[in-house]
Structures are given as C-alpha cells and as structure tokens.
C-alpha cells in the first residue's frame, strides 16, 4: 500500500515501511535539492547525528537508496502525535513534547535539525518516535533565502529558538482545542524550561513568538482561545506560502500590527 504525503511517499510491506522523497516538497524544489546534495553518505551522517543526540527512531531505521534518498523502518503503530490528545491523557502528550523540545535543544550546534510537525511523530510505549527523517534537515546546506516565504520556511526548519517557539506554541494550541482548554496547563513547565527568545527581530521569530505567548496565556486563563486559533490562522505557514510576495509584505505588516495591538 502506498501513501503520497507532502514529504515523502510511503509504501508499506507487511512490518515495515518505504519511503522516498517526494520532491513537491512544500517548501519548493529549491530547498529539496539543497538538502539532498549531501547524498548517501551526508543522509549517513545526519542519521548517525540524530542518534548521537539519542532521538528515537523507528527501529530498523536504514538507507536503502540515495537517488531518491529512500529509508526502510519497521512500522510504527502510533498514535501519531497530531492525534494523540484524543487517545491519551494531556500529561502523556506533555512528556512527548518535553522529550522532543529537549532533543531539539541537544542538537543545536550540530549539522542536523528534526522537523517538529507533531504529524512526524509517534507514540510507542508512550514515547515519542521520530517518524519522518526525509528530507534531511542540514543547516551547512541552508541556502540564501530568495523571498519571503523562505526566510520563514528556513527559520522554522533552522533556528533552534524559532523552532522551540513553534513547537511550544503549536503543542499548546493542540492542547486548548480539546474539550478541556485546562489541560494545556500540562505544558506551562515545558514552556518556563525553555524560554522564548526576546533578541531575534525577524519577522518568523516574531510570529512564532507571538503564537507561544498568546497560547500561553490562554492556558493560563488571560486570553480566550478563539484570539489563540485567530492568531496562528493569522500566521499560517501554509496560507503565507500560498500569498505572492506583495500578499506576503501585506501579510508581515497585519501580523506586527495584530502584535502590537497587545
């Protein structure tokens, strides 16, 4: 059975699973060619630095190919993690959110990132295992930006704080659409751990900050939710991608005008 997703398609036999690159990545050819010219032995080496780093993932983990880069793993089960709140308590999902924001941190300063899109995650054992390794996220092959939407898409695959701001963030907003918005306070210690980063005056910093912070405070009870959901609709990676780049310059400047309305 095959799976065509943005980032790769899936083809599963029996206990395990294939995937190779799907080049229509999101993020545009550009930057899947940037990333894939470090061919087999970089996807190797990047591999072998997330193990370093002692991020879990699937279990017979291997490259099989380096044109398309193609990997093989035994199947993980699930839950994914995008869907985890309906199938675990808030607490479970919380410690799977601790773990993965303390792996993004340990690789900070190495050659390697992890895409924090919950969907790229599973539970197994209650634990978080990093499902999507394609493609590899390599910061010495970062290219130079050529518009708006890349400096975003860069900064969030890059940046380890803009990357902690988001995944705090995102996991927050997760946790207030349930049908108890408490339960977001299960992440306020996440959130105090690693705290944000008040020195970037980028736009992305900024957007990702500004999405922890109001999520924060409807945890906590100062903000209601609908401003939270308002705001990351607001600030959608997906629809900023999908404006041309006039839209975009629009865009950054009702996004800083919606901040400093605060």
Known sequence: MSHLGEFSIHRRDGDHVTKHLNRRHPAGDRFVTAMTTTGAAGMQSYLDVLRSAQVRLPSDLRLVAAEPLTVRHRWVAGPNLLDATTDTDPATFAAAIAQIA?????????????????????????????????????????????????????????????????????????????????????????????????????????????????????????????????????TSVLGFRQLDEAGRRLRIDQVARRIREW
């Open 102 to 234: 303390h792996w993004v941190r340990d690789l900070d300063g190495t050659n390697a990132r992890i895409d924090t899109n919950l969907a790229n995650f599973c539970l197994e054992d209650n634990q978080p295992v990093l499902i999507d390794v394609l493609p590899p996220l390599i910061p010495s092959l970062r290219s130079t930006p050529a518009n708006l939407f890349d400096e975003l898409f860069g900064a969030l695959c890059f940046d380890t704080p803009v990357i902690l701001d988001a995944l705090v963030g995102y996991a927050l907003r997760t946790l207030l659409r349930v049908t108890d918005p408490a339960a977001a306070q299960e992440l306020l210690d996440l959130a105090y751990e690693f705290p944000t980063n008040t020195a970037d005056e980028t736009f992305p910093a900024a957007w990702f900050r500004a999405r922890r912070a109001l999520a924060v405070r409807a945890a906590m009870g100062k903000a209601a939710v609908e401003e939270v959901q308002d705001l990351f609709a607001l």
